[in-house]
């Protein structure tokens, strides 16, 4: 279903105009050619699927994404396979990170100046986040984030029932948040600000893994991919978000023009969408993807591992070469095997056999450790203890062994958590549009109280918050803090 943020204003099927035609076509060009593929490696890095792969084998085989890292001599070609090892050293840092920033969600508290109203506006900014996914969604606004190095999220206006306008909580399901995955969103950014949007596009999932281009005037979806099959045309699409409307796109027959199969006014007055930085990128519009710096490192590593299995393939056993001994070949080498001869210049030479190469198990670790330092995130991280680390009992010992990874999520909270805010903006501005909710701007502001990352000690905890009840912290604000709270979680 189309999105609805008011009463349909167009319905029947019409061409785009011809200017807005063109700043379509142009940016998915843009978006396409030169962003998408950079966009899919990053994915492709992180996720390593298998894929066909026909130059394996006679009749095909499978390859793993990351093998297009290695080089030629390490590629198999037609009855030649070589030994390849990948060892995927980026998901499992890129997912530690995500359980560190939202292991546990953050409380969501509203800083209205009335306290009661500040705790209903918590309870309906709960809500919307519980209807859209809860400790989910906010896991997966951190993976896009943390692959892409952006994250944009859609806040989508379903239909409310007029019939639950009465209880803000009802129409809750209503308000769609979406995390837009970067392979499928366009922005338009004005040319004097890129932190400003002027519209934002939409591509639908078959528009999506189905590139669009435009070779020539123009080469619509359904004519560069499906060869011009209504059928398929018919699933691809552009939802366009304006600031005064939002509009369906569908491709025409057999490359006919682009169009508008629907169109309705925005009634918030702006696009809806909340724009996240995984890091800062001063002046660019998208953010510091986590997974870029690890590529060139996953490639040695990969590369090196590979030629370890290669060398220990060719050394696993010992091989023998006889001279002028008599059916050498036909009586396997066992012990208490023995040979003769007449031959005076007889011979068995020994060579093979797995040796040693210290060069080669250094040159592996300093490339993970550089894998380390670049992520900031150690084994350690994830739960892996090698050797002696001393006495972790302490939770500041804790801290000072994952200090790199800790500092790292805090500079991603700032980012994610002035998002997370904007976004509560965004949805009680549309709830006082749509009179779901009436509120005043003063009345959006809204503060995160993030969970302590690093495990906690549950009896220092409580020893703590007696101290703060003592002290006269309120007894609601210090039962939130433990996690026994009913307000504010998001």
Known sequence: MPPLFARPTRHNESSCPASEEAEIVGLLDDHVQLKRPRLRRLWDYYRNPVRRDVSVGVTGGHALAQADGLPGRLRSTPGREREVVIENDIAWRIDTIVDFMFGKPPMIRSLAPDTGRAAELSQFLRAVFDASGGAALLQDIALIGTVYGHVDLLLNLRPIPS???????????????????????IPVVAQDDYRALQGYLVLHNDAGRNPMCRPGILRRVSESIHGGDAASSARAGITH???????????GRKGGRLQVVYSERNALGRVPIVHIQNLPQPLIYEGLSEVEPLIPLQDELNTRLSDRANRVTLQAFKMYLGRGIEQFTERPITPGQMWHTDNADASIQEFGGDTASPSEETHIREVRDAMDKTSGVSPVA??????????LTSQNAVRLVLMGLLARVERKRLTYGS???????????AADVHGVLPNTPDERRVRLDWPDPVPENRQEQLELAERKIALGVPRDTVLNELGYGDCGAA
Not at 168 to 183: G, L, N, S, W
Not at 419 to 429: S, V
């Open 419 to 429: 998002g997370i805010e904007r976004l509560c903006e965004l949805i009680l501005h």
């Open 241 to 251: 978000w304006m600031p005064e409307a939002v509009s369906v796109y569908q491709p």
């Open 163 to 185: 019939a639950n306008r009465a209880d803000p909580a009802d129409c809750a399901a209503c308000f769609k948040i979406e995390a837009i995955d970067a392979q499928r969103g």
């Open 382 to 391: 994830a739960g892996v203890l090698r050797g002696k680390v001393g006495n």
